[in-house]
């Protein structure tokens, strides 16, 4: 049974309507989304939104945000349960860039969707009822929402060879998740979500912009044969072998600074070396050294250009003993010098 709290919480944006109450004791907030309203002056035919989410432990405060999308300060706790509903039906793209994320649709339960940090996924829900949970304080999250009928568009004949199941599930009002174990996010996709999240035009320019960075966004994320292949080899794998492989990236995504030794992950996971190095390029399509790599200049790049740290200090931020080594490595990965994020510093 449902109990509205006293001082009834009502929050609104331009394109949905979100309330507090008390279920059970728990607080839950819920999202209703209004599909014509959401998609009002969005991309690619007025057929896809993104925003974000972000929820901090400074304020426990959710922020959501995006192109043309109010920015809402919401009362949050961790683990709290965000009940979402539609006026229609909808395809939804989920991109856990900090923090992990579930969804589950109340009607259709064997379709439960975890997304842990630094994964990603797809699922389509007709217009029913279903709980979104982020279980961090800090959680960042890219999402997309698309009208089914644009993603026909926008993959041509590929969209039957590779989204036949999908197809299926909008004829017949099923809920559709894309991977049965939720894929890892390849750096050259994170990269397209940074190039829609800070797009440097404005007007009809940064609209053309943000369309071509989508459809290319869409195109890599489904029909990439890095993607396709991963996949394949993914699906192999038990979920216990997965889900030791995500705590093992997890580990080292948040402990770059530290030394990182094969012996000592493969204990992490529970494997032997050898079984360590196979599965993790069958689940993140690189070789370990060359993940932990990415990730370090990923880092640094953010250090550099957003925190603003010296080029000297971010190479020890990410596990560098020398900044010379990283000069090295990172001119080598990145195909220029770090110098060049900072054309002033000397």
């Known amino acids: 049974m449902v109990g509205v709290i006293p001082r009834k919480e009502l929050l609104s944006t ?11 004791g728990r607080r839950i907030m819920y999202r209703e989304i209004c599909v014509e309203e959401l998609l009002e002056n969005s991309y690619v035919g007025d057929c896809i939104r993104f925003n974000t989410v972000e929820v901090s432990k400074k304020d426990n405060a ?3 945000s995006g192109v043309d999308f109010t920015t809402n300060k919401l009362p949050f706790k961790p683990n709290t349960a965000i009940s979402i509903s539609s006026d229609e039906p909808l395809i939804k793209i989920h991109f ?4 992990t994320y579930s969804y589950q649709p109340l009607t259709h339960i064997k379709y439960l ?25 800090n959680t960042k999250a890219f ?65 053309r912009y943000i369309e071509s960075s989508l459809t290319i966004l869409f195109i890599e994320f489904l029909l ?18 997965y889900l030791a492989l995500v705590k093992v990236e997890t580990y080292i995504r948040k402990n770059l600074q530290k030394q990182l030794r094969i012996i000592d992950l493969a204990e992490l996971a529970g494997f032997n070396a050898t079984k ?32 603003g740290v010296p080029i000297a200090q971010a190479s020890y931020e990410v596990g560098f003993s020398h ?24």
Not at 146 to 158: A, W, Y
Not at 225 to 241: C, F, G, H, M, Q
Not at 277 to 284: A, E, G, L, Q, S
């Open 96 to 99: 856990s860039l900090e923090g």
């Open 224 to 241: 990439g044969r890095e993607s396709i292949a991963v996949t394949k080899d993914r699906a192999k794998l038990p979920n216990a072998d």
């Open 143 to 207: 999402e997309l929402y698309i009208k089914p009928s644009v993603l026909k568009e926008l993959l041509g004949t590929g969209y039957k060879r590779s989204l036949e199941k999908l197809d299926e599930a909008i004829k017949n009002s099923n809920t559709y998740l894309h991977w049965d174990k939720s894929t890892f996010i390849p750096p050259h996709i994170r990269n397209r979500i940074l190039e829609v999240l800070q797009c440097p035009y404005k007007g009809e320019v940064r609209k």
């Open 276 to 307: 360590l190095k196979r599965d993790f390029k069958k689940v993140y399509g690189l070789t370990i050294f060359k993940h932990i790599t990415s990730l370090r200049m990923e880092r640094a790049i953010k250090l550099i250009t957003e925190e």
């Open 14 to 24: 331009q394109k949905e309507v979100m309330r507090i109450e008390e279920e059970d």
């Open 323 to 346: 900044p010379q080594h990283f000069t090295t490595a990172f001119k080598r990965t990145m195909g220029y010098l770090p110098s060049q994020l900072k054309p002033t510093e000397l």
């Open 113 to 137: 969707v975890q997304i842990p940090e630094n994964h990603c996924n797809m699922f389509y829900y007709p217009a029913t009822e279903g709980r979104e949970l982020y279980n961090e304080e």
């Open 62 to 64: 959710a922020h959501i």
